[in-house]
């Protein structure tokens, strides 16, 4: 049982380039998140998914995108890297009401 | 809005002492779940301990304990008798019942002096 898997685990981007992270549970959870989190700071909701097929905003949206076409899996994509996504970012699923079990987190840098 | 506060950036305690995180939350929700995570050097987000808002005991797993105080919005961490292993940034959070969403307060990072 892998739980919540993430690839990569470290990635350098040059500005412009696009990049998809993976993330994918195995786990059967109908919820799933993406995070940012910035050095020193607590993590923020970029997008979540309550299903396949439904995806919705967080706090701090702009700059990506995601789809859900599996239960299992839920990329995120960057379309045009800017220096201001260098971050962790952390995917994480659930069930409802439950803990959200996390990734080991992508470190991203765009220089 | 949902908010999570943290007001103390960084706490220090000795080896085998008790010490206390502190957390203070706002929600409109009256159904809510707060939850501490552990995040050490490696990056990985552990669960600590969780509390169902509708209990009024609080909870305990080993040597962490929560003092929470829900009239107040207070959801503090204690730890006893830490460890080394106990050094990490500590997190609190709130999970909304819209889409299970968890919001974060800013972390506490925690020394532990040998």
């Known amino acids: 049982n892998a739980g919540v898997t993430q690839t990569p685990k470290f990635r350098i981007l040059k500005i412009g380039q696009s990049m998809t992270l993976q993330c994918a549970q195995d786990?059967?959870?109908?919820?799933m998140y993406w995070y940012r989190q910035d050095p020193g700071m607590g993590l923020k909701l970029i997008y979540y998914?309550?299903?396949?097929?439904?995806?919705d905003k967080g706090e701090v949206p702009n700059g990506y995108n995601v789809s859900r076409s599996t239960t299992e899996d839920f990329p995120l994509r960057l379309e045009l890297a800017a220096p201001s996504q260098t971050s962790v970012y952390f995917c994480?699923?659930?069930?409802?009401?439950?803990?959200?079990?996390f990734g080991d987190g992508t470190r991203l840098s765009i220089l | 809005a949902q908010t999570v506060t943290q007001s103390q950036p960084e706490m220090s305690v000795q080896e085998a002492e008790t010490v206390t995180l502190s957390c203070t939350y706002d929600?409109?929700?009256?159904?809510?779940?707060l939850f501490w995570y552990k995040q050490p050097p490696s990056r990985q987000m552990i669960l600590v301990i969780r509390?169902?808002?509708?209990?009024?005991q609080n909870a305990t797993e080993n040597r962490f304990s929560v003092n929470f105080q829900k009239a107040a919005k207070s959801f503090s961490l204690k730890i006893s008798d830490s460890q080394l292993g106990d050094a990490a940034m500590y997190f609190c959070?709130?999970?909304?019942?819209?889409?299970?969403?968890?919001?974060f307060g800013q972390g506490t990072r925690l020394t532990i002096n040998p």
């Open positions: 994480a699923s659930s069930i409802s009401r439950q803990p959200q079990h």
């Open positions: 786990m059967n959870h109908n919820y």
């Open positions: 998914s309550v299903g396949a097929g439904i995806t």
């Open positions: 929600t409109s929700e009256s159904d809510y779940y």
């Open positions: 509390q169902e808002a509708y209990k009024q």
């Open positions: 959070a709130l999970i909304m019942q819209e889409a299970q969403k968890l919001v």
